[in-house]
Each structure stands twice: as structure tokens, then as C-alpha cells.
T-cell receptor
Framework: QKEVEQNSGPLSVPEGAIASLNCTYS??????FFWYRQYSGKSPELIMS????GDKEDGRFTAQLNKASQYVSLLIRDSQPSDSATYLC???????????FGKGNQVVVIP | KAGVTQTPRYLIKTRGQQVTLSCSPI?????VSWYQQTPGQGLQFLFE???????NKGNFPGRFSGRQFSNSRSEMNVSTLELGDSALYLC????????????FGDGTRLSIL
């Protein structure tokens, strides 16, 4: 089982809609989770950090963490064409503190 | 505050050669990690250094090696290059190794002919 999994295929959303991305993790000792955005041909850019159960909002982005169910999600409200990118979920392993990344989910916002 | 700086940005090598990539972390960051990214494979972890010591290592052959200097700058070396080593190599730094996010450089795109 992979440490961090993002299983959804490419996500197409109309402009102005909500994009919802999910990520599950296997290490119950994981304490910290991060979402990165990666535009084609560019490097990943940190957009959200979340450390405790519940929701964390930053502008149009909301990260949700549920440690009991071992999942992390990212909501993008009022999606814009500039949000079209691959979104990477990452969790810090409780054992060796290594950051484990999911394979990413591609989001396409259709004008 | 300057970000993570990777040099060179682009590199073309032939099979059998070796290559050294450089990474300067954000000022004050003592942890540096290296990743290989190829289409369809996602980010694959190579290794992480903290205070000149390798803290974690991924599942790559011994041809891939790295080191970190006292000023936290890091280098990654790949020897006996193979066609499959063509990839984007990303360096990321963070303050420490506990619950800190990593910040990525722009990467070095390595092409093997």
C-alpha cells in the first residue's frame, strides 16, 4: 500500500464551480499534511498546510483533515482557469519524518 | 527572501557520463531533499539531508548519491548515466525535519542522449 494515494483521474470543472480533491494515507502516525499545485513544466508550489482535524481555509482554498478516517481533502471554490494544474497531496511520515507525495490529480477548469 | 536555487536549469548528457546537480536552499533552511519526476511516475524521493547527514534514502541504485555542505547547500551526483535517468530533478528545502513543508526549486531538466 502506498503511503499517500490520490486515486481520482483528471477532474474537469466549469469555471466558477467547486473542485474537490481527495487523498488517503496509510501511516496513522502522520501529523502534517500539505497540498501543492504544479503547473505544467513548473515545480510544485505549496498552497496549504494542515496539522489538526477539521477545516482550514485560505482564500478560495479549504483543506480538510480527518485523522480517524485517514484522509485529506482540498476544495477549490469559484474555480478559475488559472487553477488548471496538477495538485499533489503530501504527508509527513510519523516514523522517519520523510515527506511522502501522492501521484497528483490533474484539474482542468473549463471557461 | 530568495527561494531555492537549482543549477543548472537544463543539461544534456550522453549515456555513461556522470552529472552533478547543485541546490542552494532558502536561507535558514537546513534540510534539503531531492526528487526525480518523470511523466506518469510522479515525484520519486531520492534522499534527504539535514546538517550534512543523510537522514532518509529512497529506492534508487547506488549510482545516485548526494551530499550536503556546512552552509546547507547540497549536490546530487548521478554516475554512469542511462537513458531512463532523463527526468526533472527537483530539490526542496525546509527549516528542519519535523512537520515542516518543503519548498521546491525550479528543477534541473536532465536529458540523456
Amino acid at each position: 500500500q502506498k503511503e499517500v494515494e490520490q486515486n481520482s483521474g483528471p477532474l474537469s470543472v466549469p469555471e466558477g464551480a467547486i473542485a474537490s480533491l481527495n487523498c488517503t494515507y496509510s501511516d496513522r502516525g502522520s501529523q502534517s499534511f500539505f497540498w501543492y499545485r504544479q503547473y505544467s513544466g513548473k515545480s510544485p508550489e505549496l498552497i496549504m498546510s494542515i496539522y489538526s482535524n477539521g477545516d482550514k481555509e485560505d482564500g478560495r482554498f479549504t483543506a480538510q483533515l480527518n485523522k480517524a478516517s485517514q484522509y485529506v481533502s482540498l476544495l477549490i471554490r469559484d474555480s478559475q482557469p488559472s487553477d488548471s494544474a496538477t495538485y499533489l497531496c503530501a504527508g509527513q511520515s510519523g516514523g522517519n519524518n520523510r515527506l511522502a507525495f501522492g501521484k497528483g490529480n490533474q484539474v482542468v477548469v473549463i471557461p | 527572501k530568495a527561494g531555492v536555487t537549482q543549477t543548472p536549469r537544463y543539461l544534456i548528457k550522453t549515456r555513461g557520463q556522470q552529472v552533478t546537480l547543485s541546490c542552494s536552499p532558502i536561507s535558514g533552511h537546513r534540510s534539503v531533499s531531492w526528487y526525480q519526476q518523470t511523466p506518469g511516475q510522479g515525484l520519486q524521493f531520492l534522499f534527504e539531508y539535514f546538517s550534512e547527514t543523510q537522514r532518509n534514502k529512497g529506492n534508487f541504485p547506488g549510482r545516485f548519491s548526494g551530499r550536503q555542505f556546512s552552509n546547507s547547500r547540497s549536490e546530487m551526483n548521478v554516475s554512469t548515466l542511462e537513458l531512463g535517468d532523463s527526468a526533472l530533478y527537483l530539490c526542496a528545502s525546509r527549516i528542519g525535519t519535523d512537520n515542516q513543508p518543503q519548498h521546491f526549486g525550479d528543477g534541473t531538466r536532465l536529458s540523456i542522449l
